[in-house]
């Protein structure tokens, strides 16, 4: 059974940075490609980066490029999302979302999502 | 910049067909786009519904159908029940590893 679970959420200052986490099991984490789709509170899915299965290919929605750099760790079956420059619109829920292919294709499994809230 | 389109709301009664499209901006879309299909409810996160425009993800029911009408990917949902109200969300491949999703559309069964 695929599983996603995200970590890393917490309240932090505009400014600030943050990591978050998305341990994958059940699959081949190095196979697929991964991404990070947010929700803003009452708002819709935004997706805001991908990387691809073997971690060369990393993109990017314009709304986070410069900020934000996702990567992966293939031995422990981990994706990342460093988050820098954090500002009050990035306040959601991010999920990580595994790919249906190693390179950049739709998704087809989601984590229960991890809570950042951006505020003084 | 390139917005993906969808009805806001729809109102299906309950046994009855609902088709929800998914557009673009600027021209028309195609399998290229990988058009995808994704359900939420409140408090949940997303659920698989369809992707690469037609392909029914793990345990979705055959109610649930995608397809391309004209210029727009749809999602189709036959004999509707009380717990098909949620959000639903389409998402098209832009290119360059980049995808959009479109605002969601709230389904209401009564």
């Known amino acids: 059974e695929v599983q996603l679970l995200e970590s890393g959420g917490v309240l932090v200052q505009p400014g600030g940075s943050l990591r978050l986490s998305c341990v994958g099991s059940g699959f081949t984490f190095s196979n697929y490609a991964m991404s990070w789709v947010r929700q803003a509170p009452g708002k819709g899915l935004e997706w805001v980066s991908g990387i691809s299965g073997g971690g060369a290919g990393t993109y990017y929605a314009d709304s986070v490029k410069g900020r934000f750099t996702i990567s992966k760790d293939d031995s422990k079956n981990t994706l990342y999302l460093q988050m820098t420059s954090l500002r009050a619109e990035d306040t959601a829920v991010y999920y990580c979302?595994?790919?249906?292919?190693?390179?950049?294709?739709?998704?087809?499994?989601w984590g229960q999502g991890t809570l950042v809230t951006v505020s003084p | 910049q390139t917005v993906v389109t969808q009805e806001p709301s729809f109102s299906v009664s309950p046994g009855g067909t609902v088709t929800l499209t998914c557009g673009l901006s600027?021209?028309?879309?195609?399998?290229?786009?990988?058009p995808s299909w994704y359900q939420q409810t409140p408090g949940q996160a997303p659920r698989t519904l369809i992707y690469k425009t037609n392909i029914r993800s793990s345990g979705v029911p055959d109610r649930f159908s995608g397809s391309i009408l004209g210029n727009k990917a749809a999602l189709s949902i036959t004999g509707a029940q009380a717990d098909d109200e949620s959000d639903y969300y389409c998402v098209l491949y832009m290119s360059s590893g980049i995808w959009v999703f479109g605002g969601g559309t709230k389904v209401t069964v009564l």
């Open positions: 600027s021209g028309s879309v195609s399998t290229i786009h990988y």
């Open positions: 979302a595994k790919q249906v292919d190693t390179i950049p294709r739709p998704f087809d499994y």
